[in-house]
Structures are given as structure tokens and as C-alpha cells.
């Protein structure tokens, strides 16, 4: 079923492309109108395309290009398309990274320090100066005063 719905992103970016649209609108029948709504607007779409010599590279071209008042329901689904993981890497990053955490600390600290250090250990890219450290631990209110 997966490469169904993927074939049905396709025919959005490929005019050219063979068209699993069926199962692409089944599945998302949420976010968009009727089959055959989808269908007219994607002739539409591809009639667009051709006339103005448009070749996007890409989802994210095409949503660009895609004017979600003329075209809704390909705007919705070309929405989806970018915005779908390509990989399950960064949850499992984010799992892994949990795991060792809580194997060093075990189950001795507050579900508020997990997850500040969860955070912290996933998104080593955003910079924390002991400065900010001392300030925030000197806001909370301690048994015992911290300060410098």
C-alpha cells in the first residue's frame, strides 16, 4: 500500500508519471475533497505545468508554485509530501539518545531534569554558556544559596 501512496505523490511533481492518485486520496481522504474533485484539479494542475513550462525539481518547487486558492487539494497533499520524513532516523536518534541517558541516571532524577537533559543531549547544536547555567540555578529557590 506504502508504494501506492507514494506513486499518487508522484503524478503531483511528474505530470508524466503513472498514476496511483486512487489510493493516494483513500488515504488521505481527511485532508482533501472527493476523488473526483482531485482528479479535475490535478488535469488542472498538469495543464498549468505545461503552459507556463513549469518542472519542478521537487515537492517543496512545487508547493511554491501551487496556489492553494486555485488549487487546494493539490496544495494539501504537496503540504503532506513535504513535510513527510524521508528517514525514521531522528526518532530513533531521539530514542537512543533517551536510552543512554536514562541507563546513566537510571530512575533517580525528576521527569524535568530527563527531559532538559534529553533535550539537551539531542540538540548539541544550540550553544549553553555556564553563565545561563549559574543564572537559572541561582533563580530556583534552594535549601542551600547559590551563588558566586
Known sequence: MGFYIISGFQ?????????????LVK?????????EKVVSEVDLWH???????????NALDALLICNQDFYPNIYNLLH???????????????FSSLKRIKT??????????????AVLNIHREVPVTEDEVIEVLASINRRLDFSL
Open 11 to 23: 503524478v503531483l511533481i511528474n505530470p508524466c508519471a503513472k498514476s496511483d492518485l486512487h489510493h
Open 27 to 35: 488515504y488521505y481522504q481527511e485532508d482533501v475533497e472527493s476523488y
Open 47 to 57: 495543464r498549468y505545468l505545461n503552459t507556463n513550462n513549469i518542472k519542478p525539481q
Open 80 to 94: 503532506i509530501l513535504a513535510v513527510l520524513p524521508v528517514t525514521s532516523c531522528e526518532s530513533e536518534r531521539s
Open 104 to 117: 546513566y541516571l537510571r530512575n533517580s532524577t525528576s521527569e524535568t531534569r530527563l527531559h532538559g537533559l
